[in-house]
C-alpha cells in the first residue's frame, strides 16, 4: 500500500468530483460500444476510462477542455469536450485494419527464437491504483535486426487477486527519445484473472501479425477501470525484481499532465539495483 501512495504523491494526483457528464465511446464501423477506452484530458492532471460496456463518466471538466481518446486497435482522436456534449455525449473512434498481404516476415527458416526471463528471482509482488502503466524494454538479439521478425507470444510474471479489473497489454517500438514509442499491437488484450496461470500471463500473439525491424521493442501493461478519489485498489499483482543493474522499465499515467515516461526506479524506494518487472518475449 505504500507504494500506491507513493505514486500518488509523485504524480500529483487530484480526484476531487465536482459534478459529473456519462458519454459513450463507440467504434464508427460496427457501432458498438469500445470496452476501456482512455480518454486523457490534454494539459491537465486528469484523465478517466469507459466500463466494460464504453460508458466513461467525466468529472471536473469545462467546455474549454480537449480529449485525447485511444484505445488499442483504433486510431487516437482529439475532440473539444464541447463537440461531444453536442453529439449527444456520443463519439466514436476509427479501428485500424491490418490485412495478412500487407505483412512480409522474415521468419529465419520458421524457427522461434526467446528472449527468456532476464531472471527467475521475485522480490515482490505490486499492484497500482488504476490508471498507471509499466512497460519493458526488450533487447533483440543483434543477428535478428534489420529484417522484418514477427512477435509471437509475450509473458508476463504476475499473479491473481481478489479484484475484477482487467490490465491493458501493450507493445511499443522505440521512440526517439529512447523511450516507449508507437503501438505495435492491434488488437485490445485484456489480462485478468482468468488467463493468469500459476503465477504468469501468457498470450499467443501470433495470429496478429505484430512485425518490427527495431532492436529494442517494449511490454507493457495498464491498470484500467473507474479512477474514484482516494482509491485503494491495487488490481493485478505483477512481480518486482532488483536482480540486474539496468533501469529497463518505465512508467506513465494518464494522471500526469504532461503523460511522460519515466524510469520506474525513478518513483520506487532506493534500493541498490534498479526496479524492473519481468519480461518474456518469443518472436520468429
Known amino acids: ?60 471538466m469545462t467546455r474549454e477542455d480537449s480529449l485525447i481518446i485511444s484505445c488499442v486497435g483504433y486510431y487516437t482522436k482529439l475532440i473539444p469536450f464541447s463537440q461531444i456534449l453536442k453529439n449527444s455525449n456520443i463519439t466514436k473512434l476509427l479501428p485500424k485494419t491490418t490485412t495478412l498481404e500487407e505483412v512480409v516476415v522474415v521468419s529465419y527458416k520458421d524457427k522461434e527464437a526467446l528472449i527468456d526471463y532476464p531472471t527467475s528471482k521475485v522480490d515482490q509482488y505490486i499492484g497500482s491504483q488504476i490508471a498507471l502503466e509499466m512497460a519493458y524494454k526488450v533487447a533483440i538479439p543483434q543477428n535478428r ?31 526517439e527519445d ?55 485498489y491495487e488490481g493485478t499483482r505483477v512481480a518486482i525484481t532488483h536482480a540486474f543493474e539496468e533501469a529497463r522499465t518505465y512508467t506513465r499515467t494518464i494522471l500526469d499532465k504532461n503523460y511522460q515516461w519515466l524510469l520506474l526506479n525513478d518513483i520506487f524506494p532506493p534500493h541498490k539495483n534498479p526496479a524492473n518487472i519481468i519480461v518474456s518475449v518469443t518472436y520468429k
Open 145 to 175: 535486426t534489420g529484417n522484418e521478425g514477427q512477435i509471437v507470444n509475450v509473458k508476463i510474471k504476475m499473479k491473481k487477486t481478489d479484484s475484477n479489473n482487467p490490465c491493458r497489454l501493450h507493445i511499443y517500438d522505440i521512440g
Open 1 to 60: 500500500m505504500k507504494y500506491l501512495l507513493f505514486f500518488i504523491f509523485i504524480y500529483g494526483i487530484d480526484l476531487i468530483s465536482i459534478g459529473q457528464n456519462r458519454y459513450i465511446i463507440m467504434d464508427s464501423i460496427t457501432q458498438e460500444p469500445i470496452p476501456f477506452a482512455t480518454i486523457k484530458v490534454k494539459n491537465k492532471p486528469l484523465g478517466f476510462y469507459a466500463d466494460d460496456n464504453g460508458i466513461c463518466e467525466f468529472v471536473n
Open 178 to 232: 529512447g523511450m516507449p514509442g508507437d503501438e505495435l499491437l492491434g488488437k485490445d488484450i485484456h489480462i485478468t484473472n482468468k488467463n493468469i496461470s500459476g503465477k504468469e500471463f501468457s498470450v499467443d500473439l501470433s495470429q496478429y501479425n505484430i512485425t518490427t525491424s527495431d532492436s529494442i521493442i517494449f511490454i507493457g501493461m495498464e491498470w484500467l477501470g473507474k479512477i474514484v478519489a482516494n482509491d485503494q
